[in-house]
């Protein structure tokens, strides 16, 4: 189900371990190329650690409803739904007593390969940032997606990818914001670009809000603070959309995407550079330096309060969620063995007995 924590090398900071030990919560962290959702909590000075199987994860949403946690993990065809089981945990199959928590399926919504990036509710609609379609996208489960919203500089829905739209960020219910790297209508037409004409716009009429970023991911609106990571320069933006300004909030060690909050507390994925010839991103000149893990920031200074940095085998960080109240978790993939013997019901959970031939 798992890959045991001692193989996931890490280093971790103590301010790091005490900010996940004071507030209870774990963060999941979807590292792309690896193929892993990373589950990390901490309690004292001991930190926990799973890695857990999933094809291509990028983007992660997490909302919680009457009391349960939900986790959506949009994967290379698919946008998979797990809940939160703690009944199960105490007694799951081959590792007693491990978990607190235990993310099991309950949903697969199969979208064939949209190349979703940022995955968010709306409300109680679940939304995608489709960069293959160039559109904000619906996952409803009635089509593979149900366009909602496309920039006025894209004239057709193809898979074509044309702006590389890849960002959303929610304001009372309602996505307020995305982010693409170039204003294009053309194939691809943002490679050639991507380090100077990144976009910040604002849904639904299109403003744009903020221009020329390099390869901007992760626009989020924290208690109407409007925040948004310029990823090749390594740096947290904070936005006045009024204006059409913004002030760097920190400068990090890594290609920035996926960003949660807690609080005060700031959590920002980061990556190493993917090694390829040609024009690289500003960060790029700090190559050596670059970490691939998850930085703690103080939310209004942009003080480093801690990091999480883990081995070379991990290289590319794709989103990063807080999940509340929520220590000491597992979490089974949809096509993992094990999930098809745990049974749910409204107070009650059981796992079904193994079977001659199973």
């Known amino acids: 189900m798992s890959e045991p924590s001692a193989q996931l090398r890490y280093e971790a900071t103590p301010g790091f371990l005490r900010i996940l030990d004071a507030t209870g919560c774990s963060l999941a962290v979807s590292v792309y190329m690896s193929n ?28 919680v409803v009457e009391g349960e946690l939900r986790l959506a993990i949009a994967t290379f065809d698919q946008v998979a739904i797990l809940s939160d089981a703690p009944l199960l945990a105490a007694q799951l199959p081959g590792n007693p007593g491990r978990y607190q928590h235990l993310l099991v399926p309950r949903a697969a919504l199969f979208t064939g390969d949209i190349d979703a990036h940022d995955l968010v509710w709306a409300g109680n609609q679940l939304c995608a940032a489709n960069t293959r379609f160039s559109c904000i996208a619906a996952i409803d489960g009635r089509h593979s997606f149900t366009p909602l919203w496309n920039p006025a500089f894209v004239t057709k829905l193809m898979p074509e990818d044309r702006c590389h739209l890849n ?19 053309q194939p691809r037409g943002w490679s050639e670009t991507r380090f100077r004409s990144g976009v910040l716009m604002e849904v639904p009429s299109g403003r744009l809000v903020l221009d020329n970023l390099c390869m901007p991911h992760s626009p989020r609106v924290f208690d109407g603070v409007l925040h948004v990571l310029d990823s090749g320069t390594g740096r947290v933006l904070r936005v006045d959309p009024d204006r059409g300004t913004a002030e760097p909030l920190a400068e990090l060690p890594g290609f920035a995407r996926g960003m949660d909050r807690l609080g005060d507390v700031l959590f920002v994925g980061l990556s190493r550079i993917r090694d390829r010839p040609g024009e690289r991103p500003p960060i790029a000149t700090k190559h050596d330096a670059l970490i691939c893990g998850v930085a703690a920031l103080e939310r209004r200074q942009g003080r480093l309060l801690g990091y999480i940095k883990f081995d070379e085998s991990y290289e590319e960080v794709f989103d990063v969620k807080v999940l509340p109240n929520f220590r000491h978790g597992g979490m089974l993939a949809v096509d993992d063995d094990v999930h098809r013997r745990a049974l749910v019901l409204p107070g009650r959970a059981f796992w079904r007995e193994e079977t001659a031939g199973e």
């Open 36 to 63: 892993r959702v990373i589950l990390i909590s901490a309690e004292g000075n001991r930190i926990d650690l799973g890695a857990f199987q999933f094809l291509r994860p990028m983007g992660l949403g997490a909302r």
């Open 167 to 185: 960002g959303l960020a929610v304001a009372q219910d309602r996505i307020a914001y995305a982010t693409a790297f170039a204003p294009s209508d």
